[in-house]
């Protein structure tokens, strides 16, 4: 099994930042890719950031200039750093991991945390 357990999420203001941490754990022989996804009430679930392992980064146009993701392989955790938000990145954000298990076969997985609200609110 693969676990991930996010963090950092919370009420900010607008002009303000956030620093979202996810930490996966479990039988992981090897990670492809780490990323985070939103999703605001009424709204499809979108990708927000990913970064592959060996640190190729993609954003959505929305977040670009003001968010920065990065992956510490040997911790194999991602961090979003939001910065200059908006009322419209007020989400749940979920974390999202592809790799490989540990085991006979090295069976892939895709597994999600199970979100932190971000509120952007004066």
């Known amino acids: 099994q693969v676990h991930l357990v996010e963090s950092g999420g919370g009420l900010v203001q607008p002009g303000g930042s956030l620093r979202l941490s996810c930490a996966a754990s479990g039988s992981i022989f090897s990670m492809n890719a780490m990323g985070w996804y939103r999703q605001a009430p009424g709204k499809e679930r979108e990708l927000v950031a990913s970064?592959?392992?060996?640190?190729?980064?993609v954003y959505v146009d929305s977040v670009k200039g003001r968010f920065t993701v990065s992956i510490d392989n040997a911790k194999n955790t991602v961090i979003l750093q939001m910065n200059s938000l908006k009322p419209e990145d007020t989400a749940v954000y979920y974390c999202?991991?592809?790799?490989?298990?540990?085991?006979?076969?090295?069976?892939?997985?895709?597994?999600w945390g199970q979100g932190t609200q971000v509120t952007v609110s004066s």
């Open positions: 970064i592959t392992s060996g640190g190729s980064p």
């Open positions: 999202n991991a592809k790799g490989r298990r540990e085991s006979r076969f090295r069976s892939p997985f895709d597994v």
